[in-house]
């Protein structure tokens, strides 16, 4: 089986969630203080690894800061 296939899903799926964690961000929906990496892996019903790297994603973009050990601040 060609993995390409599972890698696009997978792709897809992390542009799907950056995107609604975006969206949330410019709505005010988080304030301060983001959830816990598996606080958002439960809501949003994908594995942790997914939610990382949409994370990283997004810090690298300058929309949140994450600190190692206190969490992720918008």
Known sequence: MDPAPRFNLRKQI???????IEE???AGHYH???PTEV????????????V????????GEGWIL???G????I
Request: a positive charge; proline letters at 0%; aromatic letters at 4%.
């Open 14 to 20: 992390r542009q799907q969630i950056c995107d609604l």
């Open 24 to 26: 949330q961000l410019k």
């Open 32 to 34: 301060y203080q983001m």
């Open 39 to 50: 606080e958002l892996a439960e809501t949003l019903q994908v594995s942790r690894a997914t």
């Open 52 to 59: 990382r790297e949409v994370l990283s994603e997004l810090a």
């Open 66 to 68: 994450r600190r190692h």
């Open 70 to 73: 206190q969490g992720t601040f």
